[in-house]
């Protein structure tokens, strides 16, 4: 059993937190197989804004992924609508409705009907995300990369009780709340001139924004905010959510908050990823699945949310004057300011991973479909 704890945790600020460079923790065994043979959709590839819809495999059910380089985004729904399995084809220019079924409806990224027979029907959300390759390769050994097929990974790990995750990729890294969550966050109204009192709006065009949208209401939530908070205790359409981003792993999930109850950042990891604590229990959540690891509600699950993270540029060409939380908030946190030095670019792992897949570079960025290892891998290249 390796559980790995950083030093002096206490002592550290906010500030300090940020240079995460470390050693690699790595446990390396070998080799489990399966092939799909993807529907592609028109759309394009490289920076090209077209859209590609793909019509794949996942998890073992049928899946729709679309996405576009240029304008950066990526998301994916079960391709399933009153049990009957759909088939989709990308629509261009008309963003953010992204793609068409043989039915004639067409869907926007959160999976929303917007015309057609079933205007108004929605599409169930799957487990799916961009993030750092090497978070999926130790989550999933052998997961399927799109093109490349799965590898046979056969791992030894070791249990601590009470925790329904292997001790390999368990770490604590801060205190519990030391990272503060952000709860109830004040927003403004984006426009292009005059973002009073911010007089120099702490956002840049190519900044990654969360947007999510329930009931109608869509609410803006910067990564750079993120980066600071990494859970976002907030309401949505009337509907208590809590968003979560794991800087170390590059992953974004937006849950709801069942009975209301508020998120935040237990300072422990697993395989580098995000684990929330609820404030009522605090039992632990992994932030990419959702799913309870320890404490009294080990093996729930929360609900997704509708959301997709995109660059602030391509959602102004959607609402110049969308709602979006403020870069002044009473805790004067430093948004417009990025935490995390070269990290992103380097290949250093900061806490320990159960497994190191090589097949891609560590960090290199990736589509994700699923939540095990008969999910899928979208590498950049497929859109």
């Given at each position: 059993?390796?559980?790995w ?27 489990c197989?399966?092939?799909?043979e993807p ?8 920076e ?10 996942a ?6 992924a ?5 304008r ?11 049990e ?13 409705v992204v ?6 409806n ?35 050994p052998?997961v ?7 590898e046979?990974i ?5 249990t601590v ?5 292997a001790a390999?990729?368990?770490a ?14 004040e927003?403004?109204t984006?426009?292009?001139l ?9 956002l840049?065009e190519?900044d990654?924004?969360?947007a999510v949208?329930?009931?109608g209401?869509?609410?803006l939530?910067?990564i750079?905010?993120?980066n600071?908070h ?14 979560m981003?794991a ?19 237990s300072g ?10 609820d404030?009522?229990t605090?039992?632990?959540?992994l932030?990419w ?8 509600r ?7 949310v ?8 391509t ?21 417009g ?5 070269d ?7 900061t ?7 090589t ?23 497929a859109?």
């Amino acid at each position: 059993m390796i559980i790995w704890f950083a030093p002096n945790q206490k002592e550290m600020t906010m500030a300090a937190r940020l240079i995460f460079v470390s050693t690699l923790y790595v446990l390396c065994l070998a080799s489990c197989t399966t092939e799909r043979e993807p529907t592609v959709a028109a759309g394009g590839s490289g920076e090209s804004r077209q859209v590609t819809v793909l019509n794949l495999m996942a998890d073992g059910q049928p899946i729709v992924a679309a996405g576009s380089n240029g304008r950066d985004f990526a998301v994916a729904f079960a391709a399933v609508l009153q049990e009957d399995t759909l088939v989709f084809d990308a629509v261009q220019g008309a963003f953010p409705v992204v793609m068409r079924d043989e039915k004639g409806n067409e869907w926007d990224v959160f999976g929303k009907a917007v015309s057609g027979p079933d205007a108004g029907a929605a599409l169930e959300p799957v487990v799916s995300g961009r993030g750092f390759w090497f978070v999926f390769g130790a989550l999933y050994p052998g997961v399927e990369i799109w093109g490349q097929g799965m590898e046979a990974i056969a791992l030894a790990t070791d249990t601590v009780p009470g925790w329904a995750v292997a001790a390999q990729g368990l770490a604590q890294g801060m205190e519990l709340d030391e990272i503060p969550s952000l709860d109830n966050p004040e927003f403004v109204t984006y426009q292009v001139l005059g973002n009073a009192p911010e007089a120099i709006f702490y956002l840049q065009e190519s900044d990654r924004v969360v947007a999510v949208k329930v009931n109608g209401e869509v609410k803006l939530y910067p990564i750079p905010v993120l980066n600071w908070h990494e859970v976002i205790n907030d309401e949505v359409g009337g509907v208590p959510v809590a968003i979560m981003y794991a800087p170390l792993t590059g992953t974004t999930r937006v849950y709801e908050r069942p009975d209301g109850v508020e998120f935040g950042v237990s300072g422990i990891i697993y395989n580098n990823n995000l684990l929330a604590f609820d404030r009522l229990t605090e039992s632990f959540w992994l932030q990419w699945e959702g799913r309870c690891v320890f404490g009294s509600r080990v093996g729930e699950q929360l609900s997704p949310v509708p959301y997709v993270v995109v660059s602030f540029s391509t959602w102004l060409q959607v609402d110049s004057q969308p709602q979006i939380v403020s870069g002044v908030q009473e805790n004067g946190f430093p948004y417009g300011d990025y935490p995390f030095g070269d990290y992103p670019e380097n290949q250093n792992i900061t806490y320990p991973l159960m497994y190191l897949d090589t097949r891609l570079p560590a960090k290199e960025e990736v589509f994700m479909a699923g939540q095990s290892r008969e999910g899928l891998i979208l590498p950049k290249s497929a859109w």
